[in-house]
């Protein structure tokens, strides 16, 4: 079975400053998509960005920024120039590609951060 | 588009009595999801749909749980009867399946579900 590991259960970071959230999976599966999840206090599930499997380059958005290593089985996110809006919690989830329902969630990274 | 919507945003509701959540998926999305978030167990699943028929339901956590999609625009996560454990964040996503697509679930806002 797939699983999604976030080791950091909280960061911090200063405003303007860049942070890395780490996440590792564990699948059988050679091709699959990755996902960035932001979850603020508003509970609202936003999606940060997303990486497909067969494609080496790292994806980009703005500010986040993807390390995705297939071999390590490694996702991390890089937030660059920090604003206080970023403070949430950030899931990384898993899912296969011929799958449709099964979204695997690691267990989140609560984001801080400090003006 | 107005998104995935759900009703109501929060719900209070005493041990034993029936709970009703419902979603409104995006238009035109033909899965819809339903999952659960506790600070225990996190995010889970429990059941989806692909155009109305349910595909797989082994998250749902036992028979007092049911969920049913009479139409492509409604779905219902209805707990019956509710216990204290069951106290949680309900959310209802939907997605789009493209040839070429990420399969990007869209998700609501979510119920935060109290059962006293």
């Known amino acids: 079975a797939q699983t999604v590991t976030q080791s950091q259960p909280e960061m911090s970071v200063q405003e303007a400053e860049t942070v890395t959230l780490s996440c590792t999976y564990d699948?059988?599966?050679?091709?699959?998509?990755l996902f960035w999840y932001k979850q603020p206090p508003s509970r609202q599930m936003i999606l940060v960005i997303r990486?497909?499997?067969?494609?080496?380059q790292n994806a980009t958005e703005n500010r986040f920024s993807v390390n995705f290593q297939k071999a390590a089985k490694s996702f991390s996110l890089k937030i660059s120039d920090s604003q206080l809006g970023d403070a949430a919690m950030y899931f990384c989830?898993?899912?296969?590609?011929?799958?449709?329902?099964?979204?695997?969630f690691g267990k989140g990274t609560k984001l801080s951060v400090k003006p | 588009d107005a998104g995935v919507i759900q009703s109501p945003r929060h719900e209070v509701t005493e041990m034993g009595q029936e709970v009703t959540l419902r979603c409104k998926p995006i238009?035109?999305?033909?899965?819809l999801f339903w999952y659960r978030q506790t600070m225990m167990r996190g995010l889970e699943l429990l059941i989806y749909?692909?155009?109305?028929?349910?595909?797989?339901d082994s998250g749902m956590p036992e028979d007092r749980f049911s969920a049913k999609m009479p139409n492509a625009s409604f779905s219902t996560l209805k707990i019956q009867p509710s216990e204290p454990r069951d106290s949680a964040v309900y959310f209802c996503?939907?997605?789009?399946?493209?040839?070429?697509?990420?399969?990007?679930?869209?998700f609501g806002p979510g119920t935060r579900l109290t059962v006293l």
């Open positions: 996503a939907s997605s789009l399946v493209r040839t070429s697509g990420t399969n990007e679930q869209f």
């Open positions: 699948t059988s599966e050679s091709d699959y998509y």
């Open positions: 990486q497909e499997a067969y494609k080496q």
């Open positions: 989830a898993y899912i296969g590609r011929g799958s449709q329902g099964n979204l695997i």
């Open positions: 238009s035109g999305h033909d899965y």
């Open positions: 749909f692909n155009n109305n028929v349910p595909i797989d």
